[in-house]
């Protein structure tokens, strides 16, 4: 007899559409690393040469090739100029997603393993940057990956996993370089720390992670050891040439915005039980050495922190589960969803200014749905069915990452991204060149031409793009 599909698995399809493939086009590229890695992946596909990143045929190494294989194939089988460097990172999300779902319910049981992949599944942070084509969420799939199957080794010595888990840290090493060999120090603590040195384990690293690294220094030499390894590592650890300084304490509020809407659950704490649980104690090692490492470091992004989630959103759901409480908590995550619309009235003036130039919400209609979120999700607990109150909670922040989708993305087009304005160009953009523009239109325009636009200062085009602080990025006769 075949065995009865779970009904989480028919809302998990359909939410997993609604945030993570809908509306995946429905703005242009945004800020400058988007556009700036979409023109490297075309570059890469046009030309054939998968080994020397180029933009607009000038060597970059900034960051290492799997974005721009991934987003160069999607160029080569025909993806759309907003598509193709999307889509392989939507489905990098939701393919970790999966494979998350199953480790855990291997590891801790299916409640458990429903519990964290929905409230990853759903944090703002996580769904955010999978909505994007940069570096972060492949980087954080495959460490994560990487980590999870590390853990019967950490916690039972049990090593089968570790040839394909080291196979894993080589293909976040082609993520984003050194990074995620020092997130993964805490592994490499311990008496049989010899278990990672193996030809077993130390073949599949090597051939996953070596070759490219090896061909691009063969062909580009000391400027790719430069540029890759001292100016964007280990600058980036001690000077604040880069301009993204912050306190020390930057990602505390950071982790608390990037877990919404599931914030408050983080109040429910670890227990006494837990120091007798070597895999939960792991788990909190990998959260730690994340935001340690990071918070050392001169210069943070948000993005940063990102493979910090899948292991906080493990532990509190694992918290979740074995709680007598955590009914009020759960009321207070489902009013936190209120927090998408909130977002919607204030994203397209943050983006474009940054939030403290973004106007003060206003009472809305709309806000009302956390409130009835929250009472349903205390109502469901109450009657012993906590699960069905986390997925409540996820539908409605599907809800609310639709209504920012359908509603707020046409406005984020065209006011943040160099989309709107390339159309308005195209027809004259051999008469065009660039004035003063910050860099997110500068690499955008440059995207949506295939060419970087001459700057207008050494350039005789009788039209210019520029910004005017109450037109914002306009087309003008140049003067």
Not at 73 to 100: I, K, N, T
Not at 278 to 307: D, E, H, Q, T
Not at 354 to 382: C, K, T, Y
Request: proline share 8%.
């Amino acid at each position: 007899m075949a065995r009865k599909i779970p009904r989480l698995v028919w809302l998990a399809i359909p939410l997993a559409y609604i945030v993570y493939l809908y509306g995946l086009t429905a703005t242009g590229m945004l800020g400058p690393d988007e556009p700036r890695y979409a023109s490297i992946s075309r570059a890469m596909a046009q030309t054939g040469d998968w080994v020397t990143p180029q933009l607009w045929g000038t060597p970059w190494f900034e960051k290492p090739a799997l974005l721009y294989w991934m987003e160069g194939l999607a160029f080569r089988v025909g993806l759309s100029a907003d598509l193709a460097p999307r889509l392989p990172v939507a489905l990098s999300a939701l393919g970790f997603l999966v494979f998350y779902w199953w480790i855990l319910r291997r590891e801790f049981g299916w409640r458990a393993a429903w519990m964290a992949t929905l409230i990853l599944g759903t944090s703002g942070m996580w769904v955010g940057y999978s909505e994007v084509g940069v570096t972060d969420v492949p980087l954080t799939a495959c460490f994560s990956a990487a980590m999870l199957l590390a853990m019967p080794w950490v916690t039972k010595r049990d090593a089968r996993w570790l040839p394909a888990s080291a196979a894993l840290f080589g293909a976040a090493m082609l993520a984003k370089g050194l990074v995620p060999l020092a997130l993964a120090a805490p592994l490499l603590i311990g008496r049989y720390v010899l278990d990672w040195l193996r030809p077993r384990v130390v073949l599949p690293f090597l051939l996953v992670a070596a070759p490219w690294y090896l061909l691009c220094y063969q062909r580009n030499g000391w400027p790719f050891i430069h540029d890759f390894f001292v100016v964007h590592h280990f600058s980036r650890v001690t000077s604040n040439a880069l301009a993204h300084v912050q306190p020390r304490w930057y990602y505390l509020p950071v982790l608390a915005g990037a877990l919404l809407p599931w914030t408050p659950l983080l109040a429910l704490g670890g227990s006494r039980d837990w120091l007798r649980d070597r895999r939960r104690i792991f788990l909190v090692v990998w959260a730690l050495a994340v935001l340690v490492l990071f918070s050392i470091a001169v210069n943070k992004l948000p993005g940063y922190i990102l493979p910090a989630l899948p292991a906080l959103a493990a532990l509190v759901a694992l918290r979740l589960d074995e709680s007598p409480q955590g009914g009020w908590l759960l009321a207070a995550c489902g009013l936190m969803t209120v927090a998408f619309p909130i977002a919607a009235g204030l994203l397209p003036a943050a983006l474009q200014s940054g939030l403290s130039h973004a106007p003060r919400p206003h009472f809305e209609p709309v806000w009302l749905i956390a409130v009835l979120a929250g009472g349903l999700a205390w109502e469901l607990d109450r009657r012993g069915r906590r699960l069905a109150a986390v997925a409540a909670i996820a539908s409605v922040a599907g809800l609310g990452i639709l209504q920012l989708k359908s509603a707020v993305a046409p406005q984020i087009d065209r006011s943040v991204s160099a989309r709107s304005v390339w159309r308005e160009v195209a027809p004259r953009a051999q008469e065009v060149c660039v004035g003063d523009v910050n860099r997110n239109w500068d690499y955008g325009l440059a995207y949506y031409a295939g060419f970087r636009l001459p700057g207008c200062d050494a350039s005789p085009k009788a039209w210019e793009v520029t910004q005017d602080p109450r037109e914002g990025v306009i087309l003008r006769p140049k003067l």
